[in-house]
């Protein structure tokens, strides 16, 4: 061991202490060991470091911080340069503000466009999502800050987060779930990855045999530290035997005594404790620097940052519909501009990765500042609340009849986008689609911008010329979008998602959210595109899609090898961006296969007329598949195609190469393959998951005959014996129904609802232990005034105990 000197001074206390948070955000320290302690923030698009009372829900406020675009907006830049610069200046301003560990990036992937934090991830493709996450993770770390990959694995609900197990074929783990999370180890070297609050085919992500031991550890080669996710500690014993280093947040003395108990015991070998604590000192050693910190950035910081944001918003933003070339707008036509969010900027989401940004430019603003302003014209039209404002629209529709050119800034509001919930539907708010259709009978050159981190229905697409979408482009987003409406700039982003037509389309609808115990993730493979194209199912706007002001043309694929060329020239009159991207399809298998798949993909920027030969070294996976029955990834013998172009939908190039491989003949039965071939999906049986998962399909629903167990959620009260826990089930409901209603979601609440029994002894900083949580589960369970007693000693106990076993700094 490293560690050998300090670890032989450290107490069994200290050492089982060590493993677990000394506060929301900090990690233990030993004044008298010389460890130091390590501060951990979000997040993902901008540092979140809070000062005053600490919360994980990102509902109290941080320091000022950049907001980058979330991770939605960057992905459509497909740019790894970009991600890399601004995984660098997170690392900066974290090192500034004292931070060591960057809570982020976050690679779950957009199974389901209602999940509440798809605008924190970055695509439903995993090899986007894991170009992405290395370049995220080696930019961080480059400033001496630990990136922390999240939620580790096949966390992609909000809905009962902490409990529900996601039930999931070995392929579709390997092939679609994991591969960000696999290059952000190997190749990023990730300091900290944290683990799901879910479970996984049964066990919880935290102690997880398969995902810790042997896949992290064993095959990737791990060397960095595992964190829970906040309050997602389910046993502490197991979690640190399967290689969970740390516990967050601090859970006062119980993390230790836990951990101690089970020493003595012997359920936890000593050896295992300090093998943990001297991997996680390692990295305590290699993060802790003697920086002179800041409750500020300083003001180059914030000045270059923000032109970074700015760099990074106009690169995000993809051009969906341009009929006959509506943008870029002239400056002299009469512009009206409509919608809330042109005078309050929809920028990022709402939840932990909520940063308090460093200004903040509406397009309003920025229009005010302009010298020639005469002719623009701006119109409310409607506010954030779903509701019809005829005043405000009847006001928008005359403005709008009198100009040339409307722009409205619509989209999703904030209260659609959050961790914590999932949207229940796809639909366009209703009052902004109403005001859409009136100034288009009034007017046909209009151009919608889009804010938002994940699709939405367009039901007036066709009534409209232009679309531009920003998804959440940060704080720099106001100057950002109107240099792109007015062409100083060419949009060059392209969906890092497919956009579908209506949402019965989306191919886990049928599963998804799983509501009680369990989520099924029947679809396997076929996520996104993977399914729309094998089921040949049309959609609004295809994964790689996107427009630009100029045009580009492919010629001449030559494959050699491995590396791949062809030559791109900008045709059109605009200097701009090219991603071109490459897909692998193979017609005849013995498996199934999704239509094509994403292999690789290159950005090359070309001024008007140039043109440039591009070469692309294809990647080891390129041919490859996981084998669920070898455990290996292996090359399927036969004949390949491979695809260049501008989307997953237009493909201008193609050539075929023959590999050498496997016979897969026999691998699946015909009964199975009758269903995935052809991605058939919306409607697996159990039998034919269950062989495709290799066990018996686990109950989905929950067992209201049983009594409620410590696992279970606040939220499953509604079956609890006791007539007082059905009470309390019913007044959280209330307050909660009554905050939607209000459209102001309570995210505490909706916490608390989904939020284990259990993890109340794991969020409330030591003043809950599990034998508390116990008894309070025999009240629910109707020991009303046993399990009070219970509570009421579990209480004084714990209080003496934590009086007794102060952790000694
Ligand atoms: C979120 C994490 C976040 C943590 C700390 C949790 O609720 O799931 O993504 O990093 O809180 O804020």
């Known amino acids: 061991m490293k560690h050998q000197q300090i670890i032989d001074k450290m107490t069994l206390f200290e050492k089982a202490a060590l493993m677990s948070g000394k506060s929301v955000w900090q990690t233990q320290d030993y004044k008298h060991l010389n460890i130091p302690s390590l501060f951990l923030s979000d997040g993902p698009h901008g540092i979140r470091k809070q000062l ?34 601004i995984g660098q200046a997170l690392g900066k301003e974290a090192r500034e503000l004292g931070v060591n560990v960057i809570l982020g990036p976050g690679l779950n992937i957009k199974r389901n466009p209602l999940c509440g934090r798809n605008f924190e991830y970055f695509s439903e493709d995993p090899y986007l999502t894991e170009r992405l996450s290395v370049e995220y993770v080696k930019g961080i770390q480059s400033q001496g800050v630990a990136a922390t990959p999240k939620h580790y694995a096949v966390n992609s609900q909000e809905l009962r987060r902490m409990s529900n197990d996601s039930v999931i074929d070995e392929r579709a783990l390997r092939e679609i779930y994991l591969p960000g999370f696999e290059a952000a180890v190997k190749e990023g070297k990730a300091d900290f990855i944290m683990t799901a609050y879910n479970r996984v085919n049964g066990d919880y992500a935290n102690e997880h045999p398969h995902l810790l031991d042997e896949i992290l550890y064993k095959e990737w080669g791990f060397e960095g530290a595992v964190v829970t996710d906040w309050g997602g500690s389910n046993d502490h014993v197991e979690g640190v035997v399967r290689g969970s280093h740390l516990e967050m947040p601090g859970t006062g003395v119980a993390g230790a005594l836990e951990l101690t108990q089970a020493v003595t015991e012997g ?207 940060g704080q720099a987003s106001g100057q950002a979008i109107w240099d792109l409406l007015t062409g100083k700039h060419s949009p060059s982003g392209k969906l890092n998602e497919t956009y579908p037509l209506t949402y019965q389309e989306v191919p886990s609808s049928m599963y998804y959210p799983g509501k009680e115990a369990t989520s099924e993730y029947k679809e396997s493979i076929f996520v996104g595109y993977r399914y729309y194209d094998t089921a040949g199912i049309p959609v609004q706007f295809p994964f790689g899609y996107g427009l630009s002001y100029s045009k580009f043309a492919y010629l001449d694929i030559q494959l050699t090898d491995s590396e791949l060329s062809f030559r791109l020239t900008n045709i059109g009159n605009y200097a701009a961006e090219e991603i071109t991207q490459v897909y692998v399809s193979k017609e005849e298998s013995a498996i199934f296969r999704s239509a094509k798949e994403l292999v690789a993909f290159k950005k090359v920027f070309l001024e008007a007329g140039d043109s440039r030969l591009v070469t692309i070294t294809l990647p080891q996976r390129s041919f490859e598949f996981y084998n669920p029955v070898t455990k290996r990834w292996e090359i399927e013998a036969g004949v390949y195609t491979i695809g260049v172009g501008e989307s997953s939908q237009v493909i201008h190039l193609s050539t075929k190469v023959t590999k050498e491989g496997v016979d897969l003949t026999g691998l699946y039965s015909q009964t199975l393959l009758a269903v995935y071939r052809e991605a058939n999906i919306k409607n697996v049986s159990d039998d034919v998951f269950e062989e495709l998962i290799g066990y018996p399909v686990p109950d989905k629903e929950w067992n209201t005959q049983l009594p409620l167990s410590a696992n279970d959620t606040l939220s499953q009260m509604y079956y609890a014996k006791s007539g007082l826990a059905r009470n309390v089930y019913r007044v959280m409901t209330y307050f909660l129904n009554r905050s939607i209603a209000k459209g102001k979601p309570n995210l505490n609440l909706y916490f608390n609802y989904n939020m284990t029994f259990r993890a109340m002894a794991k969020m409330t900083g030591g003043l809950m232990n599990q034998k508390m949580v116990n008894e309070i589960v025999r009240m629910v369970n109707g020991h009303f005034w046993s399990g009070a007693k219970g509570v009421t ?9 934590t009086k007794k076993e102060q952790i000694n700094e």
């Open 793 to 801: 000693s579990a209480f004084f106990e714990n209080r003496k105990i």
């Open 52 to 85: 005053g009372s600490a919360d994980h829900l990102g509902l109290n406020k941080s320091i000022e911080a950049t907001c980058f675009p979330t991770a939605a907006s960057i992905a459509n830049s497909w740019d790894e340069d970009l991600a890399n610069r």
């Open 267 to 473: 359920r936890l070998s000593e050896d295992i404790l300090n093998q943990r604590v001297d991997e996680l000192l390692d990295i305590i050693f290699k993060l802790a620097h003697e920086d002179t910190v800041s409750d500020q950035l300083s003001e180059v910081t914030v000045y270059e940052h923000h032109q970074l944001a700015y760099e990074a918003a106009i690169k995000s933003a993809v051009l969906l519909k341009n009929h006959q070339q509506i943008l870029p707008i002239s400056p002299d036509k009469q512009i009206a501009i409509v919608g809330d969010f042109a005078f309050e900027p929809r920028y990022q989401g709402s939840g932990s990765s909520a940063v308090n940004p460093t200004q903040l430019e509406s397009v309003a603003a920025i229009i005010d500042k302009t010298d020639a302003t005469n002719n623009i014209q701006l119109y409310k039209g409607f506010t954030r609340e779903d509701k019809i404002q005829e005043e405000l629209v009847n006001e928008a529709v005359a403005g709008a009849k009198v100009a040339d050119v409307v722009i409205i800034f619509a989209g999703l509001p904030e209260i659609a986008e959050s961790e914590g919930m999932d949207r229940d539907n796809m639909q366009f708010p209703r009052n902004q689609q109403h005001l859409i259709e009136k100034i288009s009978d009034v007017n046909s050159n209009v151009v919608v911008v889009l804010s938002g981190g994940s699709p939405v229905e367009l039901p007036w697409v066709n009534k409209v010329s232009g679309i531009l979408h920003t998804y959440l482009a």
